[in-house]
């Protein structure tokens, strides 16, 4: 677990994680909160709603990104940065 974690915080996994976190957590408010926006219709319950949306992309992104990096080492056993 401790690899992992250092891992997901190294700065190229986060980074990317983060654009695609804006990219596609941008998108998907607009699909599902879209229409709010537009009408100004914002409370606290959607905002904290339009997070949770881009946080998704983000732990996906991650984990994915970690997962691939772990899968690698064990394939290509040697010193890693």
Known sequence: MNEW???AC???VVRRATKYAVG???LLILINHGDALVH???DLVRVLRMVLTVSVPYMVS???QVGAILERRHEFPGPHP
């Open 5 to 7: 974690l250092q891992i």
């Open 10 to 12: 190294s700065q190229p």
């Open 24 to 26: 596609v957590g941008a």
């Open 40 to 42: 100004g219709d914002i």
């Open 62 to 64: 991650t984990a994915s």
